[in-house]
């Protein structure tokens, strides 16, 4: 392929890459259709994710995905992803398509949320193996998303800490999670016994960071 | 003596997002708990001192940081 075929054919990629970013960002806001899970009353992280990284791939590409998802606190109702700053916002996030990215803010709406799907994440901890400052898994758990694994070995990894009710808060990545390889997560940092950093490691190299912090008994962190 | 002000403080602050918004209306002795931080933020602050002045904060520690003039103190007095 010649020189100037490549730099057009990179062009034409360019474009229907901002084309793409710039018609999500027109949509303005889309409602997310995120269900309540197991016998939560709040949105679970599992869900934000699954439903992001799915909107990262049907309206930019196949290759896009969820880079950055911070959370503030709990949402209870159902989620508006909008795609400029909002005041109200409970968490923002990132997708990412090569090297362009698409920033957005959730926030709560007031409608109520009817979908309630199961979950068990018992067959995760039973395979998760836990040692002091790591927990991993030999192997991928059939039928969870390398997300949802990531969630319980992450409070796998808190409670040897301090047991209570952990929030994911932030999760940064600098790849894609890659469902066929298992996973490991590894203690950064401890802050005051409340908040935790890890490293997660898939196919022995780090694909990113995750923050959880205790929530207090009413579940928030006012 | 590695003497940390409070305008160093408001500069790492400042990296923080939640705390980057708040910062224009708070002085060096506003309350942390005047200013409508929750605990999520302050302890992100306190992950980002440690991070960047290599110090750890204990619990008893962290209940007499309630300022920005209050951590560029702490700091002051742990760094000697």
Redesign the interface.
Known sequence: MSRRVREWKGGVRLAIIIGAMNAMQSKSTIVLDVPLRGARDYVHSSDLFAVLDGLAKIHLSPDAHLQSLVLRRMAFHKVIAHFAPHADAFGTFSLCLGQDVTEGWLVESRDAIARRVAFDETPIERAAVSRTGRVLLPAPVAGYTSFEQMIVLFKILCAQLRRGHWLLTQMNLITPFKDHLPLELATVQTVLGQLMKAELRQGRGSIGQAQMVLANAAGGFS | MSAVSPIQIRDLMGTI??WARMLPNMADNTLFSESGM????L??L??EI??RYGVE???DD?QHISTIADIARYLCDRMQ
């Open positions: 997002p939640s929750d605990s999520l933020a302890l992100e306190i992950s440690q991070n904060i204990s619990d962290v």
